[in-house]
């Protein structure tokens, strides 16, 4: 079980690792287990056995420069215990400094309006080649990503109350509609694709409490959350939820699971338009 959170969402996804691939600093992990790395905001990684209720749970833990949990990465019932400890005691470092954290920087806070042209923004939103070119686009005009969903305004990007998340959530496991649920923070985003089906509120907390998939989120952490629209030459119209906190860190983005290559589920995106109407 790998768990990746940042401070308003904790996503955990249960299987196997199959394809590892690490390039240029970044590494990619497909198949169940869905994970894009960034190494360079890698500081320490901990082997870590804890007693528990239901007895000894062990985990490998990495962590940043700050101190703020990367990824964690849980041994369970199915995972092969001899090849775990092989691996651990092969990676083990008998005499590794203790790491040296440092206090968390100030967030850097977005250029003014006045100083993004807004027009060379909508036109490079309106003729991408992928969804991917989005990142591009940003650093091109020089805006933050909340920044620019605010100035390229409707259609592209449309703002609604936080509770979005729960009517479209309840809406996608009635319907039996897979989607893609995107969390991370600065050193691992992980993904998971496929149906959900048990959704509950517990408090602040909104939770996804399947077998191979557990998702925890503070609604009330959730400064504004945005329909987004991605016009793409490839795919068509590329749909999704963003949700930010009140210092602008994206928290969470949910799409439509689609097959590689493919265009985006009708059935999806019609979901998406209700839960923002009901929004």
Known sequence: MTLTRNKSCVHETYGTFDEVDGFRGMGQVVGTIDLRLFFSHWRAA?????????GLRSSVQVF?????SIIKVYATEDTDKTAWENLLAARRSANA????YEDEAP??????????????LREGWRNLEHSHDFHKLLRTVGAGRR????????PLASSHQPKIVT????????ADVPIMVFVGNPGCIQIFSGPIRKVSEMGPWLNVMDPDFHMHLRVDQIASAWRVVKP???RGDISSLELFDAAGTLIAQIFG?????????PAWRKLLDQAAEAA
């Open 257 to 265: 699971a689609r097959p590689a290559g493919a265009e985006e589920n």
């Open 167 to 174: 009517e479209l959530l309840n809406s996608v496991a009635q």
């Open 147 to 154: 920044q620019a969903l605010r100035l390229a305004g409707a």
């Open 232 to 234: 793409t030459k490839l």
């Open 46 to 54: 901990y082997a870590i056995t804890e007693e528990t209720r239901s």
């Open 107 to 120: 967030t850097t806070p977005d250029r003014p309006d006045a100083e993004i042209d807004a027009d060379a």
């Open 64 to 68: 940043d420069k700050f101190g703020d």
């Open 97 to 100: 400094l203790a790491a040296v």
